[in-house]
């Protein structure tokens, strides 16, 4: 099935992990959700690709499908494929699929209580991970498991191996959990919100460790999450998504000091910053976010939109590049939003 | 001045009127005006006083006779002063006891020990009926709107009830005023909660705080499970809100860049202890307890090149347990100080508790540490 086919042959090497087109739609009562509606991405080695969005803008749905967790029925994939190296995941067989799964991409969770399994001891549950994928004794992956429970930082580790969950705090917890995800030495590491429930001083240990590990293992990291502080700390590139969709993609540097997307300049608005004395008043994003049963015609961002004119109404703008670059953004007013942000860096 | 009502889900131009008409009907007069005399009375008295504030849970076993065998020190002494019209924010982790002293400060759980007086009423002497009128000057939002709406109840329901339990009366006119006054419309008021958004449930949490004219309001964490785009609103609200009705916040965060927006104070808690308080923007650009220093640092600011050149102070491990908190300074055991400092310095932090000392060329600036010096650290 794995054809040399869906290998890139025009000599450009096909990036480590790629996503092109992918939909995933629910069916429910009240409608189809589009959870994720024709989004398209890449990451390469050692590089962290940051995804944006709004809880319901489709960020964790379109890592979670390429890891297999997303049930179908209710959801269905009208299309979309997954290109790991450049062999596309969705046309190997389901065994295939799992041996990559786990051992070439890895996944951490936001919750990492609800992602361990509470009647295991931890040891176990990495020994487990490591034994999935490899053909070596319990011994030896019990002492794999010891090392990376070392490796990711876990004071005493030969203590720590035979407890369980609910032994640990909430860092070690999420630690345990990178453990498992590293047990094969993957290259992707999907992190979906690792940090959001974590206190920040544990969310600065928590995203060093992921910067040396990625820095040792050359690992490619898709960072999933709200938290615009931490994209622009951590992010090589960023996606910003909005109502199943991406709205604009580029460098952390492109995104934040020249946004061309109505979208993210209300978001980058409306933030308050520990480092400027107190602004007179922030600048909220009117409305709420849309949901995805009903996304409105044309530009799903419109109705809250400040630059909005009967332009954005007819389609959904396409991802277009901004001066040729690899900067690109979905919005009819990319260039009243440039202006307008210039004139707010300029105040 | 006003315009919590950029929202989409509001009504802009009523938005003052609605405000007046509310704090007129509630017949209370101190709240419209905000002359010169009202301003000297603030400056000299503190709108609420918290002294000593101690909250021990104990920690019981035994499956028939329990004992106690040891006090969660959830609070240890806390003392605050929150001047009127001002927002003192309280910020730290998870488990430095913020939420715990907000709710003893209220008395929703009872305090071991200490005194608070808000506006001049020592709300901790007070018997059971003369507590629940103070209540009216008292209020709090909680984080979860969620969970702290009755899912059974009307938005009419919720908002009437408050009144019931407080013996007034409740006109169709009040509640399509309050509604108004949160930027909502008055059609909301006979739907339920789960019709509601996130941001719309937190502010019916906040009409129903705000509904008896209190004259401090604790705000628990209330943007925390908001969405960013949403979070500006609520905040943008409250400070209206503020403005308008004179209102006093305790505000509890744990988001240090909300707090730097909203606050007036920051105290900063760790352990059941506060071991830094002052004012904002001397707290955050002149931050003097190696706690505080960590904690700033350890937050990402939205601003690419800014984050290459900070440096981030990581602390080691996690909080310890309150139940048994490490002798003398509590934060020593993860202060990156301490471990710079001579053996004699570090047997000090060991063996004697630091006391909240005045910090040299600050107005009302205390950190509670032997060694405090100045370290910048929101920028390189």
């Given at each position: 099935m794995t054809g040399p086919a869906d290998i890139d042959l025009d000599g450009t090497p096909a990036p480590l992990l790629e996503v092109r087109d992918l939909r995933v739609h629910f069916k429910t009562d009240y409608g189809?959700?589009?959870?994720?509606?024709g989004v398209s991405w890449y990451v390469n080695e050692g590089e962290t690709l940051a995804i944006v969005g709004e809880s319901g803008s489709g960020k964790s749905v379109s890592a979670m499908t390429i890891l297999g967790l997303?049930?179908?029925?209710?959801a269905t994939f009208p299309s979309g494929d997954v290109f790991l190296r450049g062999r596309s995941l969705l046309k190997m067989s389901e065994k295939q699929q799992r041996k990559l799964r786990g051992s070439q991409i890895s996944m951490i969770f936001q919750d990492p209580l609800t992602a361990?399994?509470?009647?295991?001891r931890v040891g176990d549950q990495i020994a487990e991970m490591v034994r999935t994928h490899q053909d070596v004794s319990k011994h030896v992956a019990k002492k794999r498991a010891l090392d990376l429970l070392g490796e990711v930082g876990i004071p005493n580790p030969a203590v720590r191996i035979?407890?369980?969950?609910?032994?640990?705090s909430g860092g070690m917890r999420q630690r345990a959990m990178i453990a498992m995800a590293l047990a094969n030495d993957p290259n992707v590491l999907l992190a979906d919100e690792?940090?959001?429930?974590?206190d920040v001083t544990v969310q600065a240990q928590i995203m060093a460790l992921l910067e040396k590990l990625q820095e040792d293992r050359n690992t490619a990291i898709v960072l999933i999450t709200h938290d615009l502080g931490v994209v622009a700390s951590y992010a090589d590139r960023i996606n910003v998504m909005y109502a199943g969709r991406i709205v604009e993609t580029g460098t952390s540097d492109e995104i934040f000091?020249?946004?061309?997307h109505a979208y993210t300049f209300g978001l980058l608005s409306s933030l308050p910053r520990?480092?400027?004395?107190?602004?007179?008043r922030l600048q909220p994003i009117k409305g709420i976010p849309p949901s995805l049963a009903k996304v409105p015609q044309g530009c799903p961002f419109h109705p809250r939109c400040?630059?909005?004119?009967?332009?954005?109404?007819?389609q959904v703008p396409p991802l277009e590049s901004v001066d040729g670059t690899d900067h690109r953004a979905a919005c009819v007013h990319s260039d009243q939003v440039a202006m307008a942000h210039e004139e707010r860096v300029a105040q | 001045m006003t315009q919590a009502s950029e929202q989409g889900e509001t009504q802009a131009s009523e938005q003052d009127d609605a405000v007046v008409a509310h704090a007129a009907e509630q017949g209370d007069?101190?709240?419209a005006e905000q002359d010169d005399a009202d301003a000297a009375e603030a400056a000299d008295q503190p709108m609420l006083q918290v002294h000593n504030l101690v909250k021990h849970f104990p920690i019981r076993s035994g499956v028939f006779f329990k004992r106690?065998?040891?006090?969660?020190?959830?609070?240890d002494g806390v003392s605050l002063d929150v001047f009127r019209g001002q927002t003192v924010a309280l910020v730290g982790e998870s488990g430095c006891g913020k939420s715990t002293t907000a709710r003893a400060i209220l008395r929703l759980i009872e305090p071991t020990a200490g005194r608070t007086v808000l506006d001049g009423v020592d709300i901790t002497a007070l018997g059971k009926e003369n507590l629940r009128r103070a209540r009216r000057d008292m209020q709090i939002v909680f984080q979860d709107p969620y969970a702290s709406l009755?899912?059974?109840?009307?938005i009419r329901q919720i908002l009437s009830e408050k009144y019931r339990l407080l013996g007034q009366e409740v006109t169709r006119k009040t509640i399509s005023d309050l509604l108004d006054t949160v930027g909502?419309?008055?059609?909301?008021?006979?739907?339920?909660?789960?019709?509601?958004s996130g941001g719309q449930r937190q502010r019916v949490g906040i009409a129903r705080a705000i509904a008896m004219n209190p004259k401090f309001i604790v705000?628990?964490?209330?943007?925390?499970?908001?969405d960013v785009s949403i979070q500006a609103q609520i905040v943008n609200l409250l400070e209206d809100l503020q403005d308008e009705l004179g209102l006093t916040y305790l505000f509890i965060a744990h988001d240090l860049s909300v707090v730097r927006h909203i606050a007036d104070r920051v105290a900063v808690m760790y352990l059941g202890n506060v071991v830094e308080i002052a004012d904002r923007d001397d707290l955050f650009d002149?931050?003097?307890h190696p706690y505080t220093q960590a904690l700033i640092s350890a937050v990402p600011i939205p601003d690419p090149k800014l984050e290459r050149q900070r440096e981030r102070i990581v602390l080691r491990g996690d909080v310890p347990n309150p139940a048994n908190p490490p002798s003398g300074c509590r934060f020593r055991t993860r202060c990156w100080k301490f471990e710079q400092l001579a053996e004699s310095d570090q047997r000090r932090c060991i063996e004697e508790p630091p006391p909240l000392y005045d910090v040299a060329g600050g107005q009302g600036h205390q950190a509670s540490c032997h060694f405090a010096s100045l370290r910048e650290v929101v920028r390189a």
């Open positions: 189809v959700v589009k959870a994720v509606d997303v049930p179908s029925p209710p361990l399994n509470p009647v295991f035979n407890q369980y969950p609910h032994e640990f690792p940090t959001t429930a974590l000091y020249s946004p061309r520990m480092d400027q004395s107190r602004q007179a400040v630059f909005a004119t009967d332009a954005c109404l007819p | 007069a101190q709240v106690t065998i040891g006090q969660v020190k959830a609070v009755n899912p059974r109840m009307t909502l419309a008055e059609e909301y008021a006979d739907r339920y909660p789960h019709e509601f705000l628990d964490e209330p943007v925390s499970a908001l002149r931050p003097y």
